[in-house]
């Protein structure tokens, strides 16, 4: 989702939610032994939050062996210019966020604060709406231009929230969910759900909400946050929005740290090698898998009781894991992600470009977008460091800064000519970012087979740090249940309710 900064007193990013198949029986160890070793493939902040709430529940004694093919940290990321380091995927992390913010607690990390800057969406011509220095103002002209829209969009982004976050108490308790459909049915009932399949225009058309406010605001925040427009699921789209002003928060020193630090706490092995194959071993009563992988130095494979995919598994760019042995719950793998470019220019802003000849009058700290033909970019921001020291000050426009601009395809000279008057350097992240979400399409399987799980299915209902950090949380969960044949714990009714009394 976003980059840095937040929108009006209403917008921005976070959220929730997931899948199963298999015979749970088939799960437990015949003799009631714990794990000897798990795997899990992956090393972002899905596969080392899963590493650490693996080791909660299994305790200190099992193996967990984390594989990484590339760099810790996976869409969390970062690029250096200029001897400072700015994050280059994944970058803005919501208050009520509540597992990202217990990892840094833990880990002993630091918030970076967000810096101040104003944002202003542009439609290919003109700046269209912006936000002002004066809360107050900003709300009256809101009112003046979209009427009652803004408070009712509040008001639904509010209660998805509110209801999303029982799946902090659920878990805590230490419920599980066998699928991404039963998570989301416990916290949200079948409006959650249906939320995944639904375009987001069409809930809030319902709502009452103007097409002109869905044009000018909503469309914009889908672009920058998600790549896409106002076509997508309604939940990945109340997630988009649910964040707000001042709400927001990164990792000082950069998102990534917490991975390496969550894979330590965890005491995993952190093995530098790519699974290429899983098949599933019997021996006796016993189910095992067997793993084989190329590590820089030659091949190897190893034997696991449990294993955790904590990677996308779409066909074009995914994990390139085959599986041997069983078939998968799959008709087909899920679809493809959506390309997001990542441009971090260091240079000169053409501020003209935006109708400012004078850069010194321009005002705005990120640009946001109106779906526009033609217009290759979707966003163009000012970022700040990863380390922001006491005297820090973002740069003003006519000075040389550092801007991060999203688009759907690399920019080409011409491109990066148009948003900057002259640059000294130009960095490019092809991302695989997220899920390009159609309304139609299904949430993937959390359980592919009796012992072996996926996470990244919940990014079909929404992508974001916090929900692969709550994907984490549920698959430990599920994985011990499993193990230990406790089936009172899975995809329990009525939650709120059991909660209350079990207190
Ligand atoms: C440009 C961009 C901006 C974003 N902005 C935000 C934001 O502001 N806030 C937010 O909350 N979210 C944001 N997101 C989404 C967020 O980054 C992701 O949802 C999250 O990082 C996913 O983490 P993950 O661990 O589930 O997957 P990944 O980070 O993709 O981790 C998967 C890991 O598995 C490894 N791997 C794959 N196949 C194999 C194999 N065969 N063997 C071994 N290893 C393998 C990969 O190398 C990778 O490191 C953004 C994403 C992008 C791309």
Redesign the pocket.
Same mark, same amino acid.
């Given at each position: &989702?976003?980059?840095g900064g937040s929108l009006l007193p209403v917008f921005a990013?976070?959220l929730s939610a997931w899948l199963v198949v298999g015979d749970p029986e088939e799960a437990a160890h015949v003799d009631g032994a714990p794990p000897s070793k798990i795997a899990v493939?992956?090393? $972002?902040? =899905?596969?080392? &939050?899963t590493a650490h709430f693996l080791r909660q529940h299994f305790g200190p004694e099992v193996q967990v062996d984390v594989?990484?093919? $590339?760099?810790?940290?996976?869409?969390?990321a970062t690029v250096t210019v200029n001897h400072n380091d700015y994050? !280059?995927? =994944? &970058? #803005? #992390?919501?208050a009520l966020?509540l597992h990202?913010q217990e990892f840094v607690k833990q880990l002993g990390l630091k918030y970076r604060r967000s810096m101040a800057g104003k944002m202003a969406v542009f439609n290919g011509e003109e700046v269209i709406l912006e936000e002002t220095d004066w809360y107050l103002l900003d709300l009256f002209r809101l009112w003046w231009r979209y009427g009652i829209s803004f408070i009712r969009l509040q008001m639904w982004v509010e209660e998805i929230m509110e209801k999303f976050m029982r799946i902090y108490k659920y878990q805590a308790h230490g419920y599980a969910f066998s699928s991404v459909e039963q998570l989301l049915d416990s916290l949200g009932g079948s409006g959650f759900i249906n939320m995944t399949q639904r375009p987001l225009s069409d809930s809030l058309l319902e709502l009452g909400v103007s097409q002109r406010f869905i044009d000018e605001v909503i469309a914009p925040v889908m672009r920058v946050?998600y790549?896409q427009n106002v076509s997508i699921p309604a939940f990945v789209g109340a997630v988009s929005l649910a964040g707000a002003q001042n709400n927001l928060w990164a990792v000082e020193g950069g998102?990534k740290l917490v991975?390496s630090g969550l894979l330590k706490m965890a005491n995993a092995n952190l093995l530098q090698?790519?699974?290429?194959s899983i098949s599933s071993v019997h021996s006796g009563e016993a189910l095992q898998y067997q793993l084989s992988?190329t590590t820089p130095t030659g091949k190897g494979s190893e034997l696991y009781d449990i294993v955790v995919l904590?990677?996308?598994l779409q066909t074009d760019g995914? !994990? =390139? #894991?085959q599986f041997q042995g069983f078939p998968l719950p799959f008709d087909q793998l899920p679809s493809d992600y959506h390309k997001?470019v &990542?441009t971090i220019v260091h240079g000169y802003l053409n501020t003209s470009f935006f109708g400012f000849p004078d850069p010194r009058l321009f005002p705005y700290a990120s640009i946001l977008t109106t779906e526009t033909p033609d217009l290759f970019f979707n966003s163009v921001a000012s970022v700040c460091p990863v380390n922001i020291s006491a005297g820090f000050r973002r740069k003003q426009p006519q000075e040389a800064g550092v801007y991060k601009v999203?688009s759907p395809q690399p920019l080409d000279k011409s491109h990066l000519k148009t948003l900057f008057r002259s640059y000294y350097s130009v960095q490019v992240?092809e991302?695989?970012?997220?899920p390009r979400y159609c309304s139609s399409q299904g949430l993937p399987s959390v359980e592919l087979h009796p012992n072996l799980y996926y996470?990244?299915g #919940?990014?079909w209902a929404a !992508?974001?740090?916090?929900? !692969?950090s709550v994907?984490a949380k549920n698959i430990a969960l599920l994985a011990y249940h499993r193990w230990n044949r406790q089936t009172d714990m899975v995809d329990q009714k009525d939650l709120m309710h059991r909660i209350k009394t079990e207190l």
């Open positions: &989702a976003a980059m990013v976070v493939v992956g090393a $972002g902040i =899905g596969g080392s &939050a594989f990484e093919k $590339g760099e810790v940290g996976g869409r969390l994050e !280059s995927g =994944g &970058a #803005i #992390i919501h966020n990202m946050n790549g998102n991975c090698a790519q699974v290429n992988f904590a990677t996308p995914g !994990s =390139g #894991i997001t &990542a999203f992240t991302w695989q970012s997220y996470l990244n #919940i990014e !992508s974001a740090m916090e929900m !692969s994907a």
